[in-house]
């Protein structure tokens, strides 16, 4: 176990690699390898790539998505419905929205849902900078795309109370989501219809 | 579908992220998604690393294997035992009976197996390094570990051809290696055993 097969560069890539969603560590290996073997059409490629994003990437003051400008390209698109204000957990579940297509909207990102037990209050999510965006009075319609779960129903709820004073209509996704399913894995049928019927909150 | 939703940087990563074997294109968009969350922990130290291994990585001009150092540190290991060379079809065969830690031996690797509808002939095959290897004389026995598959046995025969003039054993993994098997597959007792049990070719 102690004997080395190569060099620390390469066990350190390979250490890393393991730690990225979808690669263990067997697979690391075999990721680092081909890396290796597709050095230039791959390997340099790819590191330039992350060192872009790695350079560039930030979270959009207004929305909380991540993009290399702020505000994102989706806050600062003319062609979007300000009128439709989606909310969502996470930034993967507005990429899979959107992978939808289902609707013209604009996003906000709560950065996660109630927690108490995991000391995820009202205060550690951007809870208060989306009624902010209502209070600015553009918004006709708040869809709340949680996930269905139980912390996510709750977060709805909350949401919910907190936006009680404006003139805004708060819809939630149509059941066709899965209970305790996770939006992002939701095939974009699904989550399209899901979006088509949804109801009052 | 032509709705942007992040940056060219991180569109561009997430494309090049999905050529890495063990990523589709959602498990790109995952994989993006969790680096950049975690950008001081994982994001930035994987970017260095890869840049480092980018820049270093070379393949051992004496056994093929791939390091930042030529001679490879399999090579130049004083504790190894430079009487029995394992040959195998890849790098990857190499790492696999490595883990396997059966064996305190050198390597050489083939860089593939013989083929002859997809073009590759000995001279695409790094054989004659191997002869020379043994010709030096101080190679006592060649184990071939190639793949159990029809390309990897013939290419075993014609190796064993062209060490015929050498005074070398030359063994081959027991049986155990599933017929049609990939070495890289394999858990580490089988390869062990496979190993310990070799024959005679
Ligand atoms: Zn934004
Ligand atoms: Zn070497």
């Known amino acids: 176990m ?7 560069e390469i066990e350190r890539l390979i250490q890393l690699l393991a730690k990225v969603p979808g690669l263990g560590p067997r697979s690391a290996r075999r990721a ?4 290796i073997k597709k050095k230039d059409q791959l ?8 060192r872009d994003a790695l350079d560039n990437v930030k979270v959009c003051s207004r929305c909380g998505n991540v993009d290399t400008v702020d505000p ?3 806050c600062t698109d003319p062609r979007r419905d300000e009128a439709t204000l989606i ?16 609707m013209n909207a604009r996003y906000h990102v709560l950065g996660g849902v109630l927690s108490p037990l995991d000391g995820v209050g009202p205060d550690q999510l951007n809870i208060r900078s989306l009624v902010d965006r209502v209070a600015e009075g553009a918004v006709a319609e708040v ?18 109370d907190q936006l009680s004073g404006y003139e805004v209509r708060v819809t939630r996704l149509a059941h066709g989501v899965p209970v305790g399913g996770e939006l992002d894995y939701l095939d974009e049928g ?3 219809a899901a979006l088509r019927a949804r109801t009052n909150f």
């Open 2 to 8: 102690s004997k080395r097969i190569a060099g620390p």
């Open 32 to 35: 680092a390898l081909h890396l």
């Open 143 to 160: 869809i709340l795309a949680v996930n269905a779960t139980v912390e996510g129903q709750a977060t709805a709820h909350y949401v919910t």
């Open 72 to 74: 994102c390209v989706v």
């Open 190 to 192: 699904t989550l399209t």
């Open 87 to 102: 909310v969502v957990e996470d930034v993967s579940d507005l990429w899979a929205l959107e992978r939808a297509s289902a």
């Open 43 to 50: 390997f340099a490629p790819l590191t330039v790539a992350m």
